[in-house]
Structures are given as C-alpha cells and as structure tokens.
C-alpha cells in the first residue's frame, strides 16, 4: 500500500512541477508587433486617402515590459532579386530622442508612417527591451500580405 501511495504522490508531485513552469512562462511578459497599410482621411470622407504604414507593439503577457527602441526593417525595391533588409530606428528611448515606453498587461503602443515615405517591398516591425531582447513582427508585402 506504502508503494501505490508513494507512487500516486510521485505523480502528483510531477504534474505540479510542470504546472508551474507552465504558468511560469505564461507569466513572463510577451509582446506581439503587427504591421499592417491602412487609408487615413485626414481632412474627412470628403477628402483623398493617404496610405499609412501603421506598427503596433501589444504586451500580450502579464508582467509590464519597458521598450527602449523600435523601428523597422525593410527590403528596398527594384534593386536586385534577392535585397539586403535595411533597419531604421523610428523610436530611441535611449539616445535622447524620448523616454523608454513601459507598456503593462494588454497595453499597446502605435506607430504610424506615411506609405509613400518608403519605396519598399517586404516591410516587418521590431522592438528591443531594456533586457536585450529583440521582437520581430512577420513580414508585409508591398501588396499588404503577410509573408
């Protein structure tokens, strides 16, 4: 009977310790980066459309995270078959252009571009935390698709 119990508890034991890495990494803060085109009327209905490259950096985990940069990277078009990605830095909350963004559970910071600002093909979104780490979006085609 000692062995049937020590066993149950050996299971019992196992499957908490797994619960807890589990909820422990669900726990940590996780960001998600979107990049999408989207018509703006600045002026009303009424008025013509401009195109806007629009980023945006939701924290979908539950501890805040505080951004230091953002930006994004890019395929210059009509330059050869297979581009070089080039990085622009949109945000520096480190260099002195502005203050490091904390962003809280469900918080969510935007960025918007004009469109006709870049001559691109393949466009994605990044961000870097104060602990080094780099977030990526996926990539957006010049049609507006995901890749």
């Known amino acids: 009977m000692t062995i049937v119990i020590a066993i149950y508890a050996a299971f019992i034991s196992t499957v908490a310790l797994l619960w807890q890495i589990y909820t422990w ?13 989207q018509q703006v009327y600045p002026n009303g209905i009424d008025s013509s459309p401009s195109e806007k490259i629009v980023f945006r950096i939701v924290n979908i985990g539950r501890e805040p995270t505080t951004l230091l940069s953002f930006g994004f ?10 581009p070089t990605p080039i990085t622009y830095e ?7 252009k502005g ?6 559970q469900g918080e969510w910071h935007e960025y918007r571009l004009q469109a006709s600002a870049l001559d691109v093909g393949r466009l994605r979104a990044w961000a870097k935390d104060t602990k080094g780490n780099v977030f990526t ?6 049609e507006g698709k995901r890749v």
């Not at 990277?73 to 297979?82: F, G, L, P, V």
């Not at 949109?90 to 002195?96: F, I, K, P, Q, T």
């Open 99 to 104: 203050k490091p963004i904390v962003l809280h």
């Open 73 to 82: 990277e890019c395929d210059r078009r009509r330059i050869s078959e297979n």
């Open 90 to 96: 949109a945000y520096d909350g480190v260099g002195g």
């Open 25 to 37: 990494g669900k726990n940590r803060y996780r960001l998600s980066l979107t990049v999408g085109r």
């Open 137 to 142: 979006s996926a990539w957006l085609d010049e």
